[in-house]
T-cell receptor, first 113, second 111 residues
């Protein structure tokens, strides 16, 4: 298995632009997680899905952030409009169930100027 | 709120020595604990896990110890190698809750 796939790996955009991050979880995994990592705040859980349904989005910073999982093999995290403080590495992870070991993707490094 | 924290932000260890990374957790409802390793430019990678009904678990060159009395978790790496240089995170999972990551410890292996 190729593991969790994320794209793009790097994204540089200007403030106010829309950003869409993509994730393909490991086939057969039922849970998908979006994390944000910064030096200041560490690794933060933004949202997670179980069987394509959002279970907990309490970590989503504000309404500018939204996430979807239209099917078991694809999820997006969208930021609209983006701001410089959104600059971070965004990780997607998947697991067989909601609890237990999570497999992380390589991350998307987002820079908003 | 309850959180997971690490005692040492940076640990320098000589190649060949054993490493011990410590972690304190505060949520007494946590029943599952994981250690992750994150190398520069990569996502966290699972190392080893332990459930609250155990106090020790061994893997390949790694051992996790759990002391529920003092809510303390440690990761021991035997014969540390240059490839072990990374940031190590502990995470706890309360029953019915979300996985909570600690701040991380940077391990630097010196020759």
């Amino acid at each position: 298995d190729a593991g969790v796939i994320q794209s793009p790996r790097h994204e540089v955009t200007e403030m106010g632009q829309e950003v869409t991050l993509r994730c393909k979880p490991i086939s057969g995994h039922n849970s998908l997680f979006w994390y944000r990592q910064t030096m200041m705040r560490g690794l933060e859980l933004l949202i997670y899905f179980n069987n394509n349904v959002p279970i907990d989005d309490s970590g989503m910073p504000e309404d500018r952030f939204s996430a979807k999982m239209p099917n078991a093999s694809f999820s997006t995290l969208k930021i609209q409009p983006s701001e410089p403080r959104d600059s971070a590495v965004y990780f997607c992870a998947s697991s067989l169930t909601g609890a237990g070991e999570q497999y992380f993707g390589p991350g998307t490094r987002l820079t908003v100027t | 709120g309850e959180s997971v924290g690490l005692h040492l932000p940076t640990l320098s260890v000589q190649e060949g020595d054993n490493s011990i990374i410590n972690c304190a957790y505060s949520n007494s409802a946590s029943d599952y604990f994981i250690w992750y390793k994150q190398e520069s430019g990569k996502g966290p990678q699972f190392i080893i896990d332990i459930r609250s009904n155990m106090d020790k678990r061994q893997g390949q060159r790694v051992t996790v110890l759990l002391n529920k009395t003092v809510k303390h978790l440690s990761l021991q790496i035997a014969a540390t190698q240059p490839g072990d240089s990374a940031v190590y995170f502990c995470a706890d999972h309360p029953a019915g809750g979300k996985l909570q990551f600690g701040a991380g410890t940077q391990v630097v292996v010196t020759p």
